[in-house]
C-alpha cells in the first residue's frame, strides 16, 4: 500500500464547546494519510488514478472554516466523509486533528480516525 501524507496542515478554526470558543479562532493542526485503489500496473503512469494533495488541502480548508464545530471528533468525522465522497478512488484514510491550546497543562490534544473504505 501507498500512502499520500500531509503533515501538521495548520488552519485556525471555529471549534470548542466554550462560550470563548465560539468567539476566537484556534489554531489546529491536521495530519492526514490516506491510500487509492490501484487499478493500474506499476509501469503505469495515470493521473486517473491519483489524488492531488492540493486539491484534499483545500477541501479540507474549506470544510473548516465554513462554520463552527464543537469537537474535533465531529470535524474530523466530517473531513472523512467529505474526502470519500469527494475523492471516491481513496480506500484507505487516517486523520489525526490536533488542537494544542485545549488543555493548558498538556502540549496536545487530538483524536486519530481510521477508515478502511470497501471498493464499491
Same mark, same amino acid.
Do not use: G, N
Given at each position: 500500500m501507498n500512502i499520500l501524507f500531509i503533515k @501538521? !496542515?495548520? /488552519? *485556525? +478554526?471555529?471549534i470548542g464547546i466554550n462560550n470563548w470558543e465560539k468567539n476566537y479562532l484556534q489554531k489546529i493542526f491536521i495530519d492526514i494519510e490516506l491510500s487509492i485503489r490501484s487499478c493500474c500496473s506499476k509501469n503505469t503512469v495515470s493521473l486517473i488514478n491519483? %489524488?492531488?494533495? /492540493? &486539491? %484534499? @488541502?483545500? +477541501? /479540507?480548508?474549506?470544510l473548516v472554516q465554513k462554520k463552527h464545530f464543537n469537537l474535533i471528533e465531529n470535524l474530523a468525522e466530517e473531513i472523512v466523509d *467529505? !474526502?470519500?465522497t469527494n475523492f471516491s %478512488? /481513496?480506500?484507505?484514510? &487516517? %486523520?489525526t486533528i490536533n @488542537?494544542?491550546?485545549?488543555? !493548558?497543562? +498538556?502540549?496536545n490534544v487530538g483524536i486519530t480516525i481510521i477508515r478502511h473504505i470497501k471498493k464499491q
Open positions: @501538521k !496542515l495548520q /488552519i *485556525m +478554526a471555529s491519483h %489524488i492531488d494533495y /492540493i &486539491k %484534499i @488541502k483545500d +477541501a /479540507i480548508v474549506f *467529505m !474526502l470519500i %478512488i /481513496i480506500s484507505f484514510i &487516517k %486523520i @488542537k494544542p491550546s485545549a488543555i !493548558l497543562e +498538556a502540549s
